[in-house]
Nanobody
Framework: QVQLVESGGGLVQAGGSLRLSCAAS????????MGWFRQAPGKEREFVAA????????YYADSVKGRFTISRDIARSTVYLQMNSLKPEDTAVYYC????????????????????WGKGTLVTVSS
């Protein structure tokens, strides 16, 4: 079992930055990939970024490459999503996710195949 708690969402103007955090707890986290997904109103949940807990390899959606950075702090069991140059289309509820897979695979598989989710944190980007 893995428990995930997100924080750091809020309201920001276009072009601004936010950092989301995901505190993870559970056994054998080193076997997991950790990721961020988002869901805008009326849209399907979509992959944003993922990282292998062990080794730190990362994988990004094309829409956020060069603007978002995923990282992890092993000592704090926390995954971060640094979001820069935010756009109104980045507005969504952002969910932290975890599964026994790789970062790249997390970006490929259907989101409903992911086993562990946080409750989400809202990010609103105003124009």
């Amino acid at each position: 079992q893995v428990q995930l708690v997100e924080s750091g969402g809020g309201l920001v103007q276009a072009g601004g930055s936010l950092r989301l955090s995901c505190a993870a707890s559970g056994r054998a986290l080193s076997r997991y990939a950790m990721g961020w997904f988002r869901q805008a109103p009326g849209k399907e949940r979509e992959f944003v970024a993922a990282i292998n807990w062990s080794g730190g390899s990362t994988y990004y959606a094309d829409s956020v490459k060069g603007r978002f950075t995923i990282s992890r702090d092993i000592a704090r069991s926390t995954v971060y999503l640094q979001m820069n140059s935010l756009k109104p289309e980045d507005t969504a509820v952002y969910y932290c996710a975890a599964d026994l897979t790789t970062a790249q695979n997390m970006g490929i598989i259907d989101y409903y195949g992911i086993n562990y989710w946080g409750k989400g944190t809202l990010v609103t980007v105003s124009s």
